[in-house]
């Protein structure tokens, strides 16, 4: 087996995007083993200590047995021990008929004997004059063959059981070899899948940064929803490329959650993938978020200025129905057809801008434009009443002329009341609108970038990378 078959190369890298915020969002592509501080060794000793460091089922040392002596040996079945003390009939008795002087055996029990069965005879290894005692029967003695065939027997099952530890020893060490190759091999090809979600996490970032950068505005405390020309293209290219992101968060999801299962819980490999897929999980949740926040910031910066077209409209109708009030405060048949003309002039103003209205609803259709359209609608209407008191007193009609000013007063009046509720600001209700529709959304999002934040944090620190 090759060491080192599957080493990881690679190691995550983050690079800093932003500063001075505190959820700061920092992926890119991980090129650590030329920027690390840290060398090439160190780095390995702290990802796996190698394989020359951990011992895997190490056998215990034996302890050293002493080879037992003649004197020391326990006796085999059949054989006979010496008697020292007493004779046993049928073991070492003397011969029938003869009797033993006592002499004689005080003497070899006090020089010692030490027998044992070679060849079938009794050997004392006390003074040659010493007789050798014979059994009293041959019955007891063991035969020279047996003794051989029992020796034989005891040598080829020490030699069997060494032969037993051997292998299984063997054995052991190389199960042991295997299952530490095995995991080594597949750490390494958990830290190297990891290194694949990374690298899928750099880039998606390359959208999601640019666009969280550009997204400080929209997701305010007091959000502001008019875009810039450089925040809407930020925005579009964000929009556009959106599935693509997807699948690369995605893949790198997948990519996490295989290196994760392969390590041990609780350790700090473990833990790196487990903040990964949180990284993950929380620029998705941005995603879906910034999705909603853009599409209506797009919608209000679009109806904001045709919003502000408008009310120039209304403004300048005003203006026109102010000024053939003037005229008729004599009443004379030129100054009554003049601000006829401009009472027409008006309405044609109002009406332009209803029709404004209309197109600021079509841009942003999270917008409610329909207390401007009745404002517009009412004012129309004293329009029409005011031309109606104008022909009267063309006429000399000035039970009709009093009838419609009447009408007309009414309908100025409601309209003023109407006006009384619009902001100064002809696009504050536009914003109101924005805030009021993106409130969970811009929640979300906050929540989502602080925790990113924290994840890309500790993988920065397990990394080794400065913020």
Do not use: C
Request: hydrophobic share 40%; glycine share 4%; aromatic share 6%.
């Amino acid at each position: 087996m090759k060491k080192n078959e599957d080493k990881v190369a690679r190691a995550a890298h983050l690079k800093k995007h932003t500063v001075g915020t505190s959820n700061e969002i920092s992926f890119s592509v991980l090129d650590a083993m030329r920027n690390a501080a840290t060398d090439e060794k160190e780095e390995k000793k702290r990802k796996f200590p190698g394989f020359g460091a951990i011992h895997l089922f190490t056998l215990p040392h034996r302890k050293t047995i002493a080879t037992p002596t003649k004197k020391d040996a326990l006796p085999l079945s059949g054989d006979v021990l010496p008697e020292t003390s007493s004779q046993t009939p049928g073991i070492l008795s003397p011969v029938a008929g003869s009797s033993a002087p006592s002499s004689t055996a005080n003497a070899v029990d006090s020089q010692g004997i030490s027998e044992t069965f070679l060849e079938g005879s009794s050997v004392a290894t006390a003074d040659a004059d010493v007789p050798t005692i014979q059994p009293t029967s041959s019955d007891t003695l063991v035969p020279p063959s047996e003794v051989s065939k029992r020796k034989t027997t005891r040598i080829r099952r020490k030699t069997i059981t060494i032969a037993v530890i051997m292998v299984l020893a063997a054995s052991l060490l190389g199960v042991g070899g295997y299952f530490g190759y095995e995991y080594y091999t597949n750490f390494q090809a958990h830290l190297a899948t990891l290194d694949d979600a990374m690298n899928a996490l750099t880039e998606a970032d390359k959208k999601i940064v640019a666009m969280d950068e550009s997204m400080g505005n929209l997701v305010a405390e007091s959000p502001d929803p008019l875009l810039s020309e450089d925040q809407q293209k930020v925005f579009e290219d964000t929009l556009a490329s959106l599935d693509e992101t997807r699948t690369q968060l995605k893949t790198a999801t997948m990519a996490a959650t295989t290196a994760r299962s392969g390590m041990q819980e609780g350790a700090e490999d473990w833990e790196a993938a487990n903040q990964a897929l949180s990284a993950i999980s929380g620029r998705e949740v941005m995603l879906e978020n910034a999705e909603v926040i853009i599409a209506e910031a797009q919608g209000a910066t679009a109806a904001s200025e045709d919003a502000t077209a408008a009310w120039d409209k209304v403004l300048e109708a005003d203006s026109a129905a102010r000024e053939a009030a003037l005229l008729v405060t004599e009443t004379t048949n030129d100054n009554i057809k003049a601000s006829s003309e401009k009472l027409k002039e008006a309405q044609k103003l109002f009406e332009e801008a209803e029709g404004a209205y209309a197109t600021v609803a079509s841009e942003y259709a999270s917008l409610d434009v329909s207390p401007y359209q009745e404002y517009i609608a009412k004012r129309i209407e004293a329009l029409k009443h005011a031309l109606a008191s104008n022909e009267a007193l063309l006429d000399r009609n000035k039970e009709d002329a009093q009838k419609e000013n009447d009408a007309y007063n009414k309908a100025e009046t409601a309209a003023a009341k109407m006006a009384e509720k619009f902001a100064s600001n002809p696009t504050q209700f536009i914003t109101d609108t924005f805030v009021e529709t993106t409130q969970e959304a811009r929640d979300a999002y906050n929540k989502a970038r602080s925790d990113v934040g924290s994840a890309d944090a500790f993988l920065r620190d397990y990394l080794g990378i400065s913020s």
